[in-house]
């Protein structure tokens, strides 16, 4: 048995969307289709919550765009977050940049960078911090102009150049230009100029300041024909960072709307009539390859069926609670455990991930008969059976049976006579009789979950 689902291999620019377990391809191929044929400067978000799979579609995509969908532009993938110690992001993007550029393109791309530290501001950016990280580490092939930039310009007042503003458009004008030429037409592609698209992931995990950084030098100094931006973001965490670095009274989605061309998000139901969701599949798929028992991974996948109809599910999320299901006990995780013990220990690691301000009372016992209604989705119309006599083609069991043990653990089991109760107690006894059933979620939590936690 495995601790976590397997995490699969990517060979950035080598992989595309060979096993399109979660239906993305589509997605890439329209993403190339849109970057392919607009030459103005585009930044696109990625926009999803965390969890949602966007790294690993944008580590796919960086390959897929020239393997598989036949695009011509060259693509860069920049994570954002494993940079954001540094002071300032310029030279990291530049040397990322030049890192991807052909060697016919050498001189080029040593102009950039030339340029590059040309509007730097080294000594006011990043003073000693260099030189303590040890300048040649932190930048790779940048570390040698860098670490003589900070050595002989770090007691001068370089900032100088920035004091007029005729000679900060020039210079960030030349920077353009030196970008600009690295897309210059190619004598073998019919003179077309070929797109640069650069990725940068894991942009709302950075800090607020390096964040809102990295949007201002795309906006202010990566604004040039066929180079666009594709941005992996959480957008509600975007917007506190801007909040955070300008105040709560800000607008932030306005403040946002000046460096976003387009938005766009990962599709969550899959198949031709929407029967899954893309972290049930993921449930489904990763599962049996942890080793989770067939009865447990049966439990969870119909939980979180019935729960993502009304809940903001992730594959982030259901990964944890495979995780946490693989901590059980051996006696409670390979024994024969009555199935309605089994969907309340499912409950249990579901809402703790999904609905944290419900998890607690699921615990205790306390959860209303209205937010039962609410996390399950248990309408009127879903819990009805039959209207005038005939069966109802609205009614879903699956979420009635769930929210009918809840009903019945919570009122301790002091619920009135129906046809459902007979069978309602088989699943959570073996005689008959449940015996204090408020007690059973606190016993399962003690007994089953507490033993081993994660982080």
């Not at 580490?137 to 002989?152: H, I, W």
């Not at 969870?300 to 259901?318: A, F, L, P, Q, W």
Request: aromatic share 10%; hydrophobic share 40%; net charge negative.
């Amino acid at each position: 048995m495995r601790f976590s689902p397997p995490e699969e291999a990517i060979s950035i620019y080598n992989d595309g969307f060979n096993e399109d377990l979660l239906g993305r391809k589509a997605v890439g191929q329209s993403l190339s289709d849109l970057l392919e044929r607009i030459e103005d400067p585009l930044v696109v978000v990625l926009d999803g919550r965390w969890g949602a799979g966007k790294t690993h579609f944008l580590q796919r995509w960086v390959g897929a765009h020239r393997l598989q969908f036949g695009g011509r532009a060259e693509t860069v993938y920049f994570d954002a977050f494993a940079h954001d110690f540094l002071e300032d992001p310029l030279i990291a993007l530049v040397g990322a940049i030049a890192e991807r550029m052909p060697r016919q393109q050498k001189t080029k791309v040593e102009r950039v960078k030339r340029l590059a530290l040309k509007v730097w501001r080294p000594a006011a950016r990043i003073g000693l911090s260099a030189a303590t990280f040890g300048a040649t580490e932190v930048f790779g092939d940048l570390g040698d102009a860098v670490a003589e930039a900070v050595g002989s310009e770090a007691s001068k007042a370089v900032d100088e150049f920035w004091k007029k503003e005729e000679d900060r458009r020039s210079a960030m004008a030349e920077f353009q230009n030196a970008i600009a030429s690295l897309m210059a037409a190619d004598q073998a592609n019919d003179n077309e100029p070929r797109p640069l698209v650069i990725v940068i992931d894991e942009l709302d995990r950075c800090r607020p300041d390096y964040a809102l950084q990295i949007l201002e030098i795309i906006k202010h100094f990566f604004s040039v024909q066929r180079l666009h931006f594709v941005l992996g973001v959480n957008l509600k965490a975007l917007e506190n960072s801007v909040k955070a670095r300008y105040g709560a009274d800000l607008n932030a989605t306005l403040y946002l709307q000046k460096f976003i061309s387009v938005t766009f998000g990962l599709p969550e139901v899959l198949g031709v009539n929407g029967e899954s969701t893309a972290p049930l599949t993921f449930a489904e798929h990763m599962g049996p390859k942890m080793g989770i028992p067939s009865r447990w991974l049966s439990t969870v996948s119909g939980h979180v069926k019935v729960v993502s109809k009304t809940n903001e599910v992730s594959i982030r999320d259901v990964s944890r609670v495979l995780s946490r299901i693989s901590l059980m006990p051996k006696k409670y995780l390979e024994g024969n455990i009555l199935s309605g013990w089994a969907e309340v220990a499912v409950t249990l690691l579901v809402s703790k991930e999904v609905r944290p301000d419900l998890y607690g009372k699921f615990v205790a016992s306390t959860v209303t008969d209205e937010e039962l209604a609410e996390y399950f989705g248990a309408t009127p119309e879903k819990l009805t059976q039959r209207v005038d006599g005939s069966y109802s083609d609205k009614y879903e069991h699956d979420v009635f049976w769930r929210y009918l043990t809840w009903q019945f653990i919570t009122r301790d089991g002091k619920m009135k006579s129906d046809e459902n109760l007979e069978g309602l107690t088989r699943t959570l006894s073996t005689h008959g009789h449940v015996y204090n059933p408020r007690e059973l979620p606190k016993n399962i939590q003690r007994d089953w979950l507490d033993l081993f936690r994660t982080a």
